[in-house]
């Protein structure tokens, strides 16, 4: 079965700083990978996804992440964040069905 | 494009109501996903269907809950009889599939918030 921990449940960051998010995933093949952002009552928005090909995938708002198959992760980065970021980011995994499970999310908060 | 779109975004019934939720896709998407997602949680996978087959159910929650996709285009959610832990908020997402190697992005709706007093 295949599963997805995101082991963080808050972060905390201040405007202008780096950011990691960590994902590991759990599946017997190779994954299709997704990190999803949630703001406040809204629906999920795609930031980026691995099918296949480049390990390092560039995402939308300056997000970027990493398949690293070895340590089965999928980590999500950014170089400099931006107030307007603070809000919640799912990791999700699927395979060949296309039913992906996601993580239980990561809420980040930026301040100022 | 107009995304896609959920109505009503949020709902409150008492107990033992049934309640329906509607589903309008990406209009030339052909597959129709239904999560739940509660508080602190990231979405659940229900159901999903591709044109009008709906091709997984067993993880619907209960036989309360059903769905449709009659003409392959919108879908409806119903849940029969419903109780305090069904309150949740009910996310619709779409995707197009070609062939047997597609790769799927699904696209969110903004989500049926659902309150059961």
């Known amino acids: 079965a295949q599963s997805v921990t995101q082991p963080d449940i808050h972060i905390t960051v201040s405007e202008g700083a780096s950011l990691e998010l960590r994902c590991n995933y759990s599946?017997?093949?190779?994954?299709?990978l997704f990190w999803y952002v949630q703001s406040p009552g809204q629906g999920l928005q795609l930031l980026l996804k691995?099918?296949?090909?480049?390990?390092l995938v560039q995402g939308i708002k300056g997000f970027e992440a990493e398949f690293k198959r070895s340590q089965s992760s999928f980590n999500l980065r950014k170089p400099s964040v931006h107030w307007s970021d603070a809000a919640e980011y799912f990791c999700?995994?699927?395979?060949?069905?296309?039913?992906?499970?996601f993580g239980r999310g990561t809420s980040l908060i930026v301040h100022p | 494009d107009t995304g896609v779109s959920q109505d009503p975004r949020h709902k409150i019934t008492k107990r033992g109501q049934n309640v329906t939720f509607r589903c309008d896709p990406i209009?030339?998407?052909?597959?129709l996903y239904w999560y739940r997602q509660t508080l602190g949680q990231g979405p659940e996978f229900l159901t999903y269907f591709q044109n009008e087959a709906q091709l997984e159910k067993s993880r619907l929650l209960s036989d309360r809950f059903s769905a449709e996709r009659p003409k392959g285009s919108f879908s409806t959610l119903e849940i029969q009889r419903t109780e305090q832990g069904d309150s949740a908020m009910y996310l619709c997402?779409?995707?197009?599939?070609?062939?047997?190697?597609?790769?799927?992005?699904?696209?969110f709706g903004p989500g049926t918030r659902l309150t059961v007093l």
């Open positions: 997402a779409s995707s197009l599939i070609f062939g047997q190697r597609g790769t799927d992005t699904q696209y």
């Open positions: 209009s030339e998407h052909n597959r």
């Open positions: 999700a995994v699927s395979g060949g069905s296309y039913i992906p499970t």
């Open positions: 691995y099918f296949s090909g480049d390990t």
């Open positions: 599946y017997g093949a190779t994954p299709y």
